[in-house]
């Protein structure tokens, strides 16, 4: 009596996580679209609200006037122009080496905003400075407590969504024992066929 043992396939409770090269492109294409929105609004700013005006959006809700800012959200640090600038390169790195590692698509989108973020403020420091990363950013959202700009607004989503996935316990990168339990899953049922695989 021949005894056999049938493998059955695509029962993985792991979803396949997206490829490296993948999320690589991902993180890019986001980062790029993000920093390029912040350095037009940015330039646009620059050049119709040079005159100081006030301009009101919807319905007064929001404004528009040109502000430079030299230090970080909601004027704090404004003495500490070059460190906060060295802080955000620093941060950037780490985003980037953290969307390196991660193995979720979700996980490195919201990386990617929170670096385009940084960087994008980071731009102005460097490109505005008159000495050693003593550049003021450009901002230009009137929220009526505050003034701010693009880059900000993606800082704020990238908060959101991390929130959200620390909440909804979306894991950062693969479950360290996977590899190990796929080993083991394998190694059981290739001795279960051998074992069963003789004539009785």
């Not at 609200?49 to 640090?77: E, H, I, Q, T, Y």
């Not at 802080?87 to 990386?111: E, G, I």
Request: hydrophobic share 50%.
């Amino acid at each position: 009596m021949t005894h056999s043992t049938e493998v059955q396939g695509g029962d993985s409770p792991h979803k396949p996580t997206p490829s490296r090269g993948a999320r690589v492109a991902a993180f890019l294409l986001v980062l790029a679209l993000c920093v390029i929105a912040d350095r037009v609004t940015k330039l646009a700013a620059l050049r119709y609200l040079a005159d100081g005006r006030r301009v009101s959006v919807l319905g007064g809700v929001l404004g528009l006037k040109l502000l430079f800012n030299p230090g970080a959200s909601l004027g704090m640090g404004s003495g500490a122009t070059p460190a906060i600038a060295v802080l955000a390169f620093a941060a950037c790195v780490l985003l980037c080496v953290a969307a390196w590692r991660t193995t979720s698509m979700a996980w490195t989108v919201a990386l990617s905003l929170c670096c385009a973020g940084a960087l994008g403020n980071l731009i102005d420091r460097v490109y505005y400075a008159t000495g050693v990363l003593d550049g003021k950013v450009v901002d230009f959202i009137d929220y009526g407590w505050s003034i701010g700009n693009v880059a900000d607004v993606e800082l704020f989503i990238a908060a959101v969504v991390v929130v959200i996935l620390v909440v909804r316990d979306v894991p950062f990168g693969a479950h360290k024992g996977d590899d190990a339990e796929d080993s083991l899953a394998s190694d059981a049922t290739d001795g279960t066929a051998e074992r069963g695989g003789g004539a009785a």
